[in-house]
């Protein structure tokens, strides 16, 4: 009989998730996960098979807890629907949250979004982080794409404005706020960048 494993696996993954954020997958080695996450080379191979296996997992993990997160955040009714969406762009200012079962971020920069710091790293060589990263993408352009939608209903948006194109809007400057937070501008220079965001939704005409 098989022995029962004596980790937690997301707590596992989670650090494991905040070592590749930190240090990057090609500047993670296996021993850098056996030591951020507590566990010897073999439990990782046996139970992730190795490095890549980790990440898969790791990179499976956030984009489930984007369901929680983001998605959540943005859901609910028509009325407040455009204060939603600017408070998710001031939550964007200091970056995407690690699980609550780790410490914190050490910088702005590693506290940048998990999905596109891996596609951008070795997406272009390996296709299940890019579909795992598209993924993550789809999940937050769909949530800000309905949020939208519901702010147009509310009035509070022009209603000829197309919510897809506003949604990629949205978050190319978000994830542009990851690269000038990880250049370590101030967050009062983040701040204004993403109140500069929500000054570019279109207001119905008649406003």
Do not use: W
Not at 23 to 43: E, H
Not at 54 to 64: I, K, N
């Amino acid at each position: 009989m098989a022995r029962p494993r004596s980790f937690d696996p997301d707590h596992v993954l989670h650090a494991a998730e905040r070592q590749f954020r930190t240090s990057g997958y090609n500047g993670t080695s296996v021993d850098d996960i056996s030591a951020a996450t507590g566990l010897g080379r073999g439990s990782l191979y046996a139970a992730f098979d190795g490095k890549h296996g980790v990440l898969l997992q790791a990179m499976a993990g956030y984009f489930a807890r984007l369901g929680e997160g983001p998605r959540k955040a943005l859901a609910g009714p028509d009325e407040g629907a455009l204060e939603r969406l600017h408070a998710y762009l001031l939550r964007a200012v200091h970056g995407v949250p690690l699980a609550a079962d780790v410490p914190p971020a050490p910088d702005r920069a590693a506290a940048a979004c998990f999905a596109a710091k891996m596609a951008l790293e070795i997406g272009a060589s390996d296709s299940e982080v890019q579909r795992l990263a598209s993924d993550c993408f789809s999940v937050v352009r769909t949530a800000v794409a309905e949020c939208v939608r519901a702010a147009q209903r509310n009035g509070d948006i022009d209603p000829d404005a197309d919510p897809d194109d506003l949604a990629y809007l949205l978050l190319t400057i978000v994830r542009g706020t990851d690269v000038v937070g990880a250049y370590g501008h101030s967050p009062a220079r983040l701040t204004s960048i993403a109140e500069s965001a929500f000054a570019l939704l279109p207001r119905p005409r008649h406003r």
